[in-house]
């Protein structure tokens, strides 16, 4: 796998900044195999949505400062490396700011997360609306790829994206996209 970093801002977590030189927009740095993208500012709150509150959610915003990019690289590093077919998997804030992806060959699906959100939060309004139960993943399938998606935790706050081949069993990706969960969730706290 090639992977890079890529980085919108300039990072203030010092924590993040004793193993990464600092980043500015726009540059390309590698990473040991992984993207991580923090698009707003440690001090910035993005805008309420006007359907689930701030970030999609009931419990406030997915805060920069919580995250532990390490935790979050890592557990998107074991589904590149475990599941069949890897193309890219992502985290992605349900406002659609993708939080960190890892993908092979360079590949950015930042421009697909905000289609990916959108997906997503219908699928949750519609779910609410019909008190059918809380949504729990969508598997979108082409005649040549998988795209799963997966609400992480129970704040609602971020989901999961994993890209595969049609090669990949997608039942088994949804298992291994649960087993990482746990680290994700813990992750964004």
Known sequence: MSLSRKADDLLSNA?????????VKGVTLPLNGAVAVDRATMDEEVGASPLWGVNGSASGP???AKRNYAALVAALQTLGYTVRGFIASAV???DGQPVAQVAVDDLDISL??????????GALLALDHSKWGQFEQTVITSATHHILL?????????FQVLIT?????PVQSLEIMTNVEGAITAALR
């Open 15 to 23: 924590v993040y900044q004793e193993h990464v030189p600092v980043a």
């Open 62 to 64: 997915l805060r920069a």
């Open 92 to 94: 992605v804030s349900l």
């Open 112 to 121: 697909l997360c905000g289609y990916f959100s959108t997906i997503v939060q």
């Open 150 to 158: 997966r609400i992480v935790g129970s704040e609602k706050e971020a």
């Open 165 to 169: 081949t049609h090669e990949a069993n």
